[in-house]
């Protein structure tokens, strides 16, 4: 069984960071990309950012870009995303993903870390 566990997430002022960090445990898997989606409760879930580990080309959603960044390790199946200059829509529950093969489907998701960004 593959877990993927967030943290990192929180409550913040506008203007302020986050870094969320996203770790990989228990049956070992090799995946082909690793991303970052997001929440509003009432609303359909967001892609933010994603990093594909061969050449580690990264994509960002356009409310985001300029202002997050992905990194991680593929050997550790460990992503981070760390946040700038947030906003108050930034607030939502922050999930990663892992895909096993580039078919455009995610195949193991986080359980979610809520970020907050007050006015």
């Known amino acids: 069984q593959v877990q993927l566990v967030e943290s990192g997430g929180g409550l913040v002022q506008a203007g302020g960071s986050l870094r969320l960090s996203c770790a990989a445990s228990g049956r070992p898997f090799s995946s082909y990309a690793m991303g970052w989606f997001r929440q509003v409760p009432g609303k359909e879930r967001e892609f933010v950012a994603a990093i594909r580990w061969s050449g580690g080309r990264t994509n960002y959603g356009d409310s985001v870009k300029g202002r997050f960044t992905i990194a991680g390790d593929n050997a550790k199946n460990t992503v981070y995303l760390q946040m700038n200059s947030l906003k108050p829509e930034d607030t939502a529950v922050y999930y990663c993903?892992?895909?096993?093969?580039?078919?455009?489907?995610?195949?193991?998701w986080g359980q979610g870390t809520q970020v907050t960004v007050s006015s």
């Open positions: 993903a892992a895909a096993l093969v580039p078919n455009g489907a995610y195949d193991y």
